[in-house]
């Protein structure tokens, strides 16, 4: 279960403040929560695991193809959670339009065997598009037409788009399950899928967000109200940091959620991610000094998945060979409570998130977390979380100069 601290916020708020927690605590049922019970739901974890089984035994390398919520999930999994040695490679294309950056993953694949999952809900997003074009060309001139069916896989809605052509041309289709956005999906094949082929224990990860369900209702509703609260007295952006980096594309997954979710109707609270310590020394002087309109949330985890334990020895008059033998985890504990103590002193609050160690029901668990979080604060502050209506603007003025 995800623990909540909010001691590092009553400095700036009033506890009475904390509205919501009971009213809120279940946001208005519809037929975007088709999230909500995921963790309850197995059937399609069967067919997931076959799948991904298929891949792992024939390709080297899985090529995602997907821009938001249709990988920044898998990709936040990957990094989290650490790989067995024969996993298979991932590598996340059709989220950017960058000639280079497609070349760079195309180079990186040289001869190997590989596989491509596009994951999207139409296939109607260029980035999507244009990505799916090259691979499916590749695949194509490399494997010939039995190949190419025998190596695409389709994430999907039934009936979209994608899903027809699935259909037509003879691909494995994997259905999204119906009322889950994008950037709610990571408990379905959309993140599963590459979780699995990556060698990830999905059944733990399915455990953990299963049992953050059960018992983390009331934590996620203060995490919630505490930020809304936080929000009511002028502090506008929230960084979420953490000092591990393996978290930082978690992070990205978060500013997607909150950000979509709660940036509506002229109000939301910006969402912004730091890795620290690194971002310390560039972001910490504004973030100790700078303006205070900031928030930051802390993820910590209580068990570090590494030992290591600072060698001792003169190498120069550094202070540093007083901590010899200490384990780096004791520092990086170190550090999270000497940073807390100096935002909070600077004007800054701070929210601690507590998760049980860098696994695979942690990163379920956080992930069902936040999900719950995100949909009790957007209510709390009046606008619907399940859609994102200023995603299509950018989207029409680059068909409209394209002359699509």
């Given amino acids: 279960m995800i623990k909540v601290n909010i001691e590092g916020t009553l ?39 076959e799948v991904a089984g298929k891949i792992r035994g024939e ?45 760079w993953i ?3 694949i040289g001869s190997r065997d590989f596989s491509v999952n596009v994951v999207s809900k139409s296939g109607s997003t260029i980035e999507t598009a244009i990505a799916l074009r090259f691979f499916k060309e590749l695949l194509l001139t490399r494997y010939g037409q039995a190949g190419l069916k025998r190596r695409l896989y389709i994430t999907t809605d039934a009936g979209s788009p994608l899903y027809e052509m699935a259909a037509r041309e003879g691909y494995r289709c ?31 990860m399915m455990l953990g967000a299963r049992e953050e369900m059960e018992t ?37 997954w978060w500013k997607q959620l909150f950000g979509e979710s709660e940036g509506k109707a002229g109000r939301g609270i910006f969402p912004a991610y ?49 901590l010899a033998g200490l384990d780096l985890g004791e520092i990086n504990r170190a550090a999270s409570e000497a940073v807390k103590k100096a935002h909070i002193d600077g004007g800054v609050p701070v929210i601690e998130l507590h998760a049980p160690g860098l696994t695979a029901a942690s990163f379920g668990a956080l992930v069902y977390f936040f999900q719950r979080s995100c949909a009790i604060s957007a209510t709390i502050s009046g606008v619907y979380p399940f859609d994102q209506p200023g995603v299509e603007a950018y989207k029409k003025n680059l068909y409209a100069i394209l002359g699509l």
């Fill in 174 to 204: 994997l259905e999204m399950p119906p009322g889950v956005g994008g950037r709610y999906s990571v408990l379905t094949a959309v993140g599963l899928l590459p979780c699995a082929v990556a060698g990830i224990d999905i059944d733990e």
């Fill in 274 to 322: 730091a890795d620290y310590t690194a971002d310390l020394h560039s972001l910490g002087q504004y973030i100790q000094e700078g303006e205070r309109t900031l928030i930051e949330t802390f993820v910590t985890f209580d068990r570090p998945r590494v030992e290591l334990d600072i060698p001792g020895g003169p190498i120069h008059d550094d202070k540093i060979g007083a």
């Fill in 11 to 49: 400095n700036f708020i009033d506890e009475s403040e904390l509205r919501g927690t009971g009213t809120a605590r279940d946001f208005n049922m519809s037929a975007d929560t088709g999230w909500v019970n995921l963790p309850k739901s197995t059937e399609n974890l069967a067919e997931i695991k």
């Fill in 59 to 103: 390709s080297e390398a899985l090529v995602v193809i997907g821009i938001g919520g249709s990988y920044l999930g898998a990709r936040a999994a990957i990094e989290f959670i650490k790989n067995t040695p024969d996993s298979t490679d991932i590598y996340f294309a059709g989220n950017n339009v960058s000639g280079e950056y497609l070349k």
């Fill in 216 to 252: 983390g209702r009331d934590n996620a509703a203060l995490y919630a109200s505490s930020r809304q609260a936080l929000y009511r007295e002028g502090k506008k952006i929230e960084i979420l940091a953490s000092f591990e980096p393996v978290f930082k594309s978690m992070g990205e």
């Fill in 106 to 108: 195309i180079d990186r």
